[in-house]
């Protein structure tokens, strides 16, 4: 489970790469990584790209932070590296290859956090980042989509409403037992059709549970987990609103009815009604005949869409799926590729451009008689020529020979080339998804239909 909250830099960007970086906070600058700048350089490679952006906006930066549960962190579901790892990865799904960041990761407290530091300029076309809810917004579900795959919780919409950076810390620091119940609940709520069955896979996952039952009016339901010493109530004043017994059965059965309205208005998402050896299909010959009208309703436009796609088969469909699985893995292994490539070639375009820019002022202090004068008149300049300098050696480019036009060229060519991919990728897993589906409701018809075909066989056996 990780918070995050975003604020602009507006003063020194110095000070906040600083506090960012401090030693003592980031295990002895260990937890450290950067991309188009690093912590010595950050304030000159910034100020570059901002030099290039309307100076009437007085954002210079921004602070992103990304802080973890405290019971998350004891109990060994996450360590620094893997923090630090989630906070890399965060930065570069919102930023790309295009703006300048600094990541860091601090231990100095009970709930390990990410910092990151990015500049409010892009490296490529030079624009500033548009902080608003719908970015923000942005963030937030990458970084919940970044918890789900390294197996940590995520923030249920109940905990992320009118709660302060300051509030949730409090929160988390003396409510870790009733977090973990909550995520339990929401995602057993998502996951189950019936207020009983809520209680079985409740159960299953460790809880003991008191007064579940609806006979005793007014009793709140009690929950305790493994380990835990204490019940605790699903009450408003406890848990919140969304957690008696009364709201939890309401969110089941409204989960419910969302589902039948999907299965009903989306036909994309219709499945075959299994009727077969089932108790209510076999007492009542009237639902059994309409399951089966609508089985074969289903079956006959999956057997027309097969014609309409020029499939002789069941066994040519399954081929043309597979076929096309494997096209979109190689689409997407090339986006992939090229992605990793557009990196790169982004870190060589900016430092190509700031070389070339700084580099008659290097010219200068190289033929001054004055050096130290020329150095404090454009330590900027002089900074961020040698910082460009050194960036394209570490690549194992001649700073020389490098044509920022042509750089930018090669750029914007692997752009349009990744957005074509991209496209294509799209259409594919759309086509894919498709296709599935058409052959998943032909293999259950035809299991059903075997299934009816046996059930009929040994009645007439019996019968005999």
Known sequence: MAYTKIHAVTATVGKAVDYICNPDKTDGRILISSYGCSPQ??????????????????????????????????NGLLNSEKAHQIGNELAEKL??????????????????????????????????????????????????GLCRKHNLSVIQASDKKSKTYKEWQEYMKGSSWKTRLK?????????????????????????????????????????????????????????????TKERIK??????AKERAGKM???????????????????????????????????????????NEKGFQSLEELEEQVTVLSGRAGYTKSSIISLERKMKEQALILKYAEQYTENKPYN????????????????????????????????????????????????YITMENERNKLSDSYKKQIREVKELEHLKNTLVQYIDISHKE???QKSQKHNER
């Open 41 to 74: 350089t950050a304030v000159y490679d910034f100020q570059f790209a901002l030099s290039k952006t309307n100076p009437a906006d007085p954002n210079k930066a921004y602070h992103l932070i990304q802080s973890f549960a405290p019971d998350e962190c004891k």
């Open 95 to 144: 930023l790309g290859n295009t703006y300048s960041y600094i990541v860091t990761t601090h231990t100095d407290k009970d709930h390990i956090h990410n910092h990151i530091i990015f500049c409010a300029a892009d490296n490529i076309r030079h624009r500033k980042y548009h902080d608003c809810k719908k970015s923000y917004y942005h963030i937030r579900s990458l970084s919940d």
């Open 183 to 243: 995520t339990d609940i929401n995602e057993t709520i998502k996951n189950v059709l019936s207020y009983e069955e809520f209680i079985l896979a409740m159960e299953a996952k460790g809880y003991k549970i008191q007064n579940q039952g609806f006979d005793t009016p007014g009793r709140y339901i009690k929950f305790r987990a493994q380990g835990q010493k204490h019940f605790i109530r699903g009450r408003n004043k406890t848990l919140g609103m969304d957690y």
């Open 250 to 255: 309401e969110r089941i059965e409204n989960k």
């Open 264 to 306: 009903l208005h989306d036909k994309s998402i219709r499945h075959l009604i299994n009727t077969s050896g089932i108790q209510k299909y076999e007492e009542n010959p009237g639902l059994k005949k309409w399951a089966d009208k609508q089985n074969l309703k289903f079956a006959a436009q999956a057997y027309a869409a097969l």
């Open 363 to 410: 010219m200068k202090y190289c033929k001054a008689k004055n050096k130290d004068a020329v150095f404090r008149k454009y330590e900027t300049q002089l900074m961020l020529y040698d910082g460009a300098k050194n960036g394209l050696e570490k690549i194992g480019l001649n700073p020389v020979k490098i044509n920022p036009k042509e750089a930018r060229k090669d």
């Open 453 to 455: 075909q046996n059930i």
